[in-house]
RNA sequence: GGAGGGUUGGCAGAGCGGUUGAAUGCACCUGACUUGAAAUCAGGCGUACCCGCAAGGGUAUCGGGGGUUCGAAUCCCUCACCCUCCGCCA
């Protein structure tokens, strides 16, 4: 959520902002919704100033015994139009609330305008993609040689999008898992986390997944009429965390790290990498999620992105990272880096991490905030990014490794994980 | 699933439907005293919002929402959460 008073002081340059995304915001109906809702407050609080002097009044006189009949026939008159400008206000500040909360955030000055992914500008490239002397297979190919991968299975067990891992393959996808929390926790300084994987609307409502995106999470039907989110990603529990509190600032910045599923419709995504598993409804990956005093959030950007890309290097993985541009960004960040692992069988760099400094965009909407210096409530600043997803670095891994005789090459760093094993080959 | 109890300011803890934004204690801040500290004394000390160039004024807020009333922390309804006991259960 964008600070209200910002959009009121300066809209054309918000709106100007917005439209570096393709967003275009209404300024006539925000403005016209901003003149009333400022005529229905002061109206308001002003009869509400006077009902509260004059029974103040009413109660003076009858403790001295005199007749306050008139009085309080006058002041009931004022509480019927009381009642009916209140409802108006009401009205008017929820739909300013509504406009509020679907409009995306505002791009940092170090983002290149752009229209689609196709803007992205590389920052770095790591490592050489390898040189084949066999035909290459997709990982679907290799997991199905190694008989490890059965997606018949999943299709026959929930449906498309879903994977069905088994043996070494599965206990694989566990170890990525394991080594990735704790580089993190033991190297990075991330503090693990164990959280819901349900959550209530008002969490989604705190990162920005609601109210706009709706049909891209699963909901989950509670007995007493309510409903649960299933999470997409542990950003949302983890980053709730600090919903609706204040931190003491010697307590910023929280560093954590969250092992999770991730639970996506991927409504809207048909005819998209519907081979394998690179789009699931289900998902595992590492979230990294760090709040932290406004002041430093873009360097903490840069450490976590670093934190990041740090996985792929000690798993030889050659990858490259892009700075998204406005129009490819998602709905709350005000920068994004997107990490993309190199496939040799799609001969293509792929998304295999997304780190985003959110600002105070979604510190607003959650009200999170630290005790600031002069003693002030200030909103914190917060970021997140994937470290990693979990099934896409095993897609890689099972592409960028594999062996001529359909055997995968376990990576160095992975080997403690798996029994010291050098390999994954056909039982 | 059943029965009961609770939710008040940073914490503890009062609070008859009417000078209660809320006693009191603790914590915290400023000042005085002191070489310094402690103790003591005096004052201050929630949050959000609105109007205003400012000075300043106003509104809301006692778990959330709704109602009764001229007036609600106090009465009524409802929801959420917490605690205790019983049942069931990984």
Redesign the pocket.
């Known amino acids: 959520m964008l600070d ?2 910002l959009i ?1 002081n300066d809209l054309d340059a918000v709106a100007a902002r917005l439209a570096t995304r393709g967003v275009a915001l209404d300024v006539a109906t925000f403005r016209a919704l901003e003149d009333e ?2 005529r229905a ?2 109206r ?3 009869l ?13 006189i ?2 001295t015994g005199g007749d ?1 009949a008139a ?6 008159a ?2 019927e139009e ?2 009916q400008i209140e409802a108006g206000l ?1 009205a008017i500040q929820s739909k300013l609330n509504d406009i509020l909360l679907t409009i995306p955030n505002t791009p940092h000055a170090s983002v290149p305008v752009g229209k689609s992914a196709d803007d992205n500008v590389e920052v770095r490239r790591v490592g050489e993609p390898r040189r084949f002397d066999f035909p290459v297979r997709d990982h679907v190919d290799v997991g199905a040689g190694l008989g490890m991968l059965d997606f018949d299975a999943a299709v026959k067990i929930s449906g498309a999008r879903f994977t069905l891992m088994t043996g070494p393959l599965a206990r694989l996808h566990r170890a990525i898992a394991q080594f990735m929390l704790d580089v993190h926790s033991g190297e990075h300084g991330y503090s693990e986390v164990y959280a819901p994987y349900l959550v209530n609307a008002e969490s989604m409502r705190g990162t920005g997944q609601l109210p706009k995106f709706e049909e891209d999470l699963f909901g989950v039907p509670r ?2 009429g ?1 409903k649960f989110y299933l999470i997409p990603t542990a950003e949302v529990p983890v980053t709730n965390i600090v919903r609706d509190t ?1 931190l003491a600032a010697d307590r910023l910045p929280l560093k954590y790290v969250c092992h999770s599923p991730c639970f996506r419709s991927e409504a809207g995504s048909y005819g998209k990498d519907t081979r394998g598993m690179i789009r699931q409804h289900q998902f595992d990956k590492v979230e990294l999620v760090q709040i932290v005093h406004p002041d430093s959030s873009y360097e903490c950007l840069e450490a976590l992105t670093g934190h990041a890309e740090s996985i792929l290097r000690r798993l030889e993985l050659p990858f490259r990272t892009v700075t998204l541009c406005t129009g490819d960004m998602g709905f709350s960040a005000a920068k994004t880096y997107d990490i993309e692992v190199w496939l040799p069988a799609q001969n293509a760099y792929r998304e295999i991490s997304s780190c985003s400094n959110f600002e105070s965009f979604q510190a607003r909407r959650m ?1 999170a ?1 630290y005790k600031g210096e002069k ?3 200030e909103l914190v600043h917060t970021l997140n990014g994937s470290g990693l997803a979990v099934g896409r670095t095993l897609v890689a891994i099972l592409e960028n490794f594999q062996n001529a005789d359909g055997s995968v090459t376990i990576p160095q760093a992975l080997r403690p994980y798996m029994r010291n094993e050098p390999l994954i080959r056909r039982a």
């Open positions: 209200i008073q009121r809702r400022k407050q002061v308001t609080q002003e509400q100033a006077r009902r509260n002097a004059a029974s103040k009044q009413i109660g003076e009858k403790r306050a009085l309080m026939a006058e002041m009931g004022v509480g009381l009642k009401d007995a007493d309510g204040v009200q905030r003693g002030r409530n």
